[in-house]
């Protein structure tokens, strides 16, 4: 459902989010390669662990850009900063530089902090009921342009090797630039964020970001689902990482197969083509649908469900085609269902929380729970006796954070139900011009149209939905209704006298309805 007004805005943000996306997945499997050729799957959990400790640092300084910055601006000059970071480490790799543990903790900074602005952004942009409404069909250019980048990674990768990727990543970048002001522009006014939610005081403290989350009990308990969402995610990562170096070593010992990092970047390259496709298909035929049957917070649970239920799979049964799988079901839902429902969650808070609390628990608390992996994986490598098996040990660890998750999705989603209730109104739509009655001429073709604000509905962000039937049932067959231009048209029948009277209902996105009877004569002459 979209307002007359918002496809404008709706294609700027979409474009926007597709190119962030197709970056993000350019970027990725470079990131995975460099660190796994260049280091070993243990680096790998130390080095994401490590970009948390920089976030701490990192999270007061965008605070305090957020504060000296429009919103269309911040974003940009976050976008120019990674990009540009892009062409230097390209640069660099073609000068004969090793960095893949420094890649992969400025990638996992880099991935988090641009697709946070962006949601940041557009949850600044609308009010809670547009911002339900229309995230879902946002969402739709991220999965796009994840599934592109992922197509592009696996058909070029080998070609342009992990360098020539880095470059098209920074020029992909580097096009969103143009975009903000114009979705801020764009926005219909009665789609716009409530300017009073907006107007809270912002903190004074140096922690910024920090200081955001801490107060404030809701986006702290967010935090503390996104930490455990990204410890589980990480603890899959390692489980998936560890599995593909087993595989890789068997078709090796016995067959022979191409380099390790020729395998390891075709096979992450058809991995996410899978999880991408899948996931547009999710956003693009059920997100919408989800929000609309079960609210935010009923969207919520479903992915966290399906987590417990994957990893209690592999736990029963780890062979490497299932554990493949399941990590394809929960990164694919991850990146729609969950990805777009985190984001709506932060629809009903003002501007500090959208942006420095929404930056803190995506930066900050999901790489915290990298660190949370990384301290795990320490012990088990260090303190634990030897011969255990990593895999079984990530994945026993993984089935107790599902519990814990669980738990979290329920209290997050209740108070998502509070916010959204206390900064809503919800009168049902009005009558504001009674509908005329109107005549008719047997034999004769007729298009007759109501005028737009015969109905209104004064609550920000609600859309009408109109429907017209006879008394008696549905249109007689040779008259029809158009609900978006609220036009009646057709060709009467000859020999035609009948008095009709048609039923004309407007209803809001929470099912609240007004109608009014349209009364039409039907004469010979």
């Given at each position: ?43 790998r959990s130390y080095a994401a662990a490590i970009q948390a400790l920089l976030l ?65 952004f557009a949850a600044d942009l609308f009010n809670v009921k547009s911002g339900k ?6 969402a739709v250019g991220a999965t796009a342009g994840a599934w592109v980048g992922a ?375």
């Open positions: 459902k979209v307002r007359p007004g918002e496809g404008r805005a709706i294609s700027v943000l979409f474009v926007h989010a597709f190119l962030l996306l197709l970056t993000y997945y350019l970027v990725r499997p470079v990131r995975e390669a460099l660190i796994l050729t260049e280091a070993d799957a243990q680096l701490i640092v990192i999270i007061p300084a965008y605070s305090m850009l957020f504060r000296a910055q429009a919103s269309s601006l911040l974003i940009q000059r976050v976008n120019l900063f990674f990009a540009f970071n892009l062409l230097l480490f390209a640069a660099s790799g073609w000068f004969g530089l090793k960095f893949g543990a420094w890649f992969f903790i400025w990638a996992g900074i880099f991935n988090v902090f641009v697709v946070a602005n962006f949601w940041a409404r229309l995230f879902a069909l946002i197509q592009i990674n696996k058909q070029l990768f080998s070609e342009f090797g992990p360098y020539g990727m880095m470059l098209l990543a920074g020029l992909v970048l580097a096009s969103t630039l143009i975009l903000s002001r114009a979705a801020e522009q764009s926005i219909p006014e009665e789609s716009r964020a409530d300017k009073d939610v907006a107007k809270e005081a912002r903190p004074s403290g140096v922690l910024g970001g920090f200081e955001v989350v801490f107060s404030n009990k809701y986006l702290l308990l967010i935090a503390l689902m996104v930490f455990v969402i990204n410890w589980l995610t990480a603890a899959g990562d390692n489980i998936l990482s560890e599995a593909i170096n087993l595989r890789y070593d068997e078709l090796n010992s016995s067959n022979g197969v191409e380099d390790k990092q020729s395998f390891i970047g075709s096979f992450y390259g058809d991995f996410f083509a899978k999880v991408t496709l899948i996931g547009f298909l999710i956003q693009l035929l059920l997100v919408s649908r989800f929000f609309k049957w079960f609210g935010v917070a009923g969207t919520l649970m479903i992915p966290i469900v399906l987590f417990a239920a994957g990893f209690i799979a592999i736990g029963f049964l780890p062979l490497f085609a299932l554990m493949q799988w399941v990590f394809i079901v929960h990164k694919s839902n991850d990146y729609s269902i969950l990805s777009t429902t985190r984001n709506a969650l932060f629809l009903p808070v003002g501007r500090s929380e959208k942006y420095e609390g929404k930056t803190t628990t995506d930066t900050f608390f999901w790489r915290f729970g990298d660190m949370a992996s990384g301290g795990a994986t320490y012990v088990f490598r260090n303190m634990l006796p030897e011969g255990g098996d990593f895999i079984q040990f990530n994945i026993s660890i993984a089935i107790s954070l599902s519990v814990v998750l669980l738990i979290l999705g329920l209290m997050v989603g209740r108070e998502y139900k509070r916010l959204a209730a206390k900064n809503l109104t919800n009168a049902a739509p009005t009558l504001n011009i009674p509908i005329a009655p109107c005549r008719l001429v047997s034999g004769q073709s007729f298009s007759v149209t109501l005028p737009e604000d015969t109905f209104v509905d004064n609550d920000p962000g609600d859309l009408l939905v109109y429907q017209a039937k006879m008394t008696s049932g549905a249109l007689p067959g040779w008259m029809q209704f158009d609900s978006t231009s609220l036009t009646l048209s057709g060709t009467v029948p000859a020999n035609t006298d009948v008095q009709i009277e048609i039923k004309v209902t407007a209803t809001d996105d929470e099912g609240l309805e007004v109608s009014d009877f349209w009364r039409i004569q039907v004469a010979r002459t």
